[in-house]
């Protein structure tokens, strides 16, 4: 019997770490031949399929996967529609999983991934086929329900947290007025921004505001506390998610938007949310306002990746192989935290139907009263996530990845 | 007699190792105190001085230190002006100086602080006072004169190159046409660009195409090899320097601003280069187009710093003092390659006049025909200046920093 495992949606650092955690646990338990699928369900649909038994032949291959940003296999963003709607790719898909004598079916997504997952197994009930479903949980916006947190977003966090505290000490050596308003990914969950939050220690002042999309911000709140905290200290660092939202829902950044509308060829503007924060800083205050936003690096440094989230996703990978060897289908590995301190995560199975398609967010409780920065229980939960290094193997002086060609 | 050193102009990751060569051989030299100064020359001139005898007094400090990004003591933009314009200023400072029996100043900076060391130096002599001024040159657009390459250079090239090698897997997962336009800092300068085409090696293609400001830009020439290549390879990361510039002379980015003009509040549009080209490919092209800013974080990011890099800027340090020790004033340590492979290089002292606001651009030579990528030479120019990791002092999962405060 084969197994076959594809990638799909935004890329992190840990995805391939789940990858090998479904390969070798396959192996381990007797597969005969380990598919993957490339370019996720879409290439699965044109057979694009390869062997990992060879392209993963050697534990220094695996190893190096594990060190490897993005998907291996290649990801896609393709949503199957239901089997009412669109039965032809359901029967093109189990033909394929027919023809390469495919009994377990393993995707490494999101929430649109394990709604893939979710379809195809409902799928298979219906019409008696044998195959087994698992989804293996991944992304840095670590907003899946029914998990303790996603593998991804430790990494992602520590690559956050690492690159404020960098900042913070960049922005303070001159003797001027600053404020850097640094932009991070999440679109309605702050997950990841919330990492800013970790930056502050024994050797840090922290990231002075962060701004999540969990609580509604205004402009004229926004400067009044940006003018305090400037009586008190002259270069400021804030941490905005790229999804912050104004009391009537609509994005910051719209703001920017409708006020450039397009340019003079009618091109529309990209003004990003900390771009037009700090435009509107320099504008307003008068002061040296910069944007930075942290765009793609902050999903594939895998330079600075979590020793602890590597290691997850690579045991939720082979958790989700387990379950399937136990007869489990239309459910995905999740981690059950069971202590804080010393740390301790357990991985489990729980149904598909409660993962797919839900987004969980930053609980109000962990932001504080001010709105502006994350309580000590959001740090009790997030800093075991970034613990440990997984140094990568440098050639050359760059970190060396696995690539198929 | 006592010694005093400060750190001026934009911060690097190495400056502080520089900072730590100064102080430790000046110790090592038998100076009594070592004063720092903070803010640089602004600081200077009102009294800012701490006593590096007490903030570097372990060894374990030296190690945080060297791992520190910016600028420890704090930096400065001030230009000192002429003696014949504001000789008041040269009053103080020789002044503070004597007050604190001061006969050795080391200034850590790029080409405006080598300006300071010359001013100071000849001032020296012509009031024929005893201090020995010594310059310590720094900074990552490594377009310093008479020295083969700058402190801080080699670590924000490693960054830069292992980013583009993180984004070239990141931006390859989707079998999509897309182009990933990435901005890396330099006015004039293209050398910090140029570091992308360290990126490509057995595991991976490289970056499609490099744009430095040395060579002229048309919109019609990059238009016209974008669609040539795109016709090769779907997914495309190109690197331009923020500076590249039209054949008239004027910033790509300018034609941003004037495309875009002001917003409809008055206010002036920070578009940077890379969002605009990213912006006009969208446009022209219909794909997928994403501009990335390294911003700061190609001069802040110690945690991948090049152990080649900090190694020397620690030596060419020590060597600042070992010329004043020797009675040399009015000189800057540089580095002179001996070769390439095994690679090795010298610190030796040049006068500081033919350093001081002198700006060094890649040769032409080193720019390949296509005027889109760097030879040969080029590559082994700078592949012996990433090499080695200082592999960070961790603390809670992230990289732990010296500070004052």
């Given amino acids: ?112 991934s394990m709604d893939t997952v979710a379809k195809l197994s409902a799928y298979a009930n219906k019409i008696g086929s044998k195959v087994r479903f698992v989804g293996v949980p991944k992304t840095i916006d670590n907003d899946l329900t029914e998990t303790d947190h996603t593998p991804g977003y430790g990494s992602a966090a520590k690559f956050v947290a690492t690159t404020m505290k960098e900042l913070v000490r960049d922005t303070s050596i001159y003797d001027l007025y600053s404020v850097t308003i640094v932009e991070v990914m999440g679109r309605n969950a702050g997950w990841l921004t919330a990492a800013s939050a970790l930056a502050k220690g024994e050797d840090c002042c922290g990231v002075d505001m962060i701004f999540l999309p969990e609580t509604p911000f205004t402009m004229d709140g926004f400067f009044q506390k940006l003018s305090a905290k400037l009586k008190e200290k002259k270069s400021l660092v804030i941490a905005v998610s790229e999804g912050i939202k104004l009391p009537d829902g609509r994005y910051v950044c719209e703001l920017a938007s409708s006020a450039q509308g397009e340019d003079v060829f009618g091109h529309k503007q990209l003004t990003g949310t900390a771009l037009f924060l700090a435009g509107e800083c320099a504008n307003r205050l008068k002061i040296k306002a910069r944007a930075i936003e942290l765009s793609t690096l902050q999903r594939c440094a895998s330079h600075i990746a979590s020793l602890t989230d590597i290691e997850e996703a690579y045991r939720v990978g082979a958790g989700a192989v387990q379950a399937a060897a136990e007869g489990k289908s239309g459910v995905a590995s999740v981690f059950i935290r069971t202590a804080n301190e010393p740390y301790s995560c357990a991985v489990e199975v729980r149904e598909i139907d409660k993962i797919a398609n839900q987004e969980k967010t930053v609980p109000l409780e962990w932001i504080d009263t001010e709105k502006d920065d994350l309580t000590e229980e959001y740090l009790a939960y997030a800093r075991p996530l970034i613990q440990g290094e997984l140094t990568p193997v440098f050639e050359n002086g760059l970190p060396k990845h696995l690539c198929m060609k």
């Avoid at 381990?28 to 649909?45: H, S």
């Avoid at 220094?60 to 089997?83: D, M, N, V, W, Y």
Wanted: glycine share 12%; with cysteine.
């Fill in 1 to 112: 019997m084969n197994v076959v495992v594809g990638q799909s949606g935004g890329p992190t650092v840990a995805i391939n770490a789940s990858l090998a955690g479904v390969f070798e646990e396959a192996v381990r338990l007797g597969a005969e031949k380990v598919y993957g699928m490339q370019n996720g369900i879409a290439g699965f649909l044109q057979e694009k399929l390869v062997e990992l038994n060879d392209l993963l032949d050697d534990s220094e291959k695996i190893e190096l996967l594990k060190r490897t940003p993005a998907c291996f296999l290649g990801s896609c963003r393709h949503k199957l529609k239901g089997a009412e709607q669109n039965e032809e790719e359901y029967k093109k898909i189990f033909s394929v999983l027919e023809k390469y004598d495919i009994g377990y079916f393993f995707y490494i997504g999101g929430n649109d």
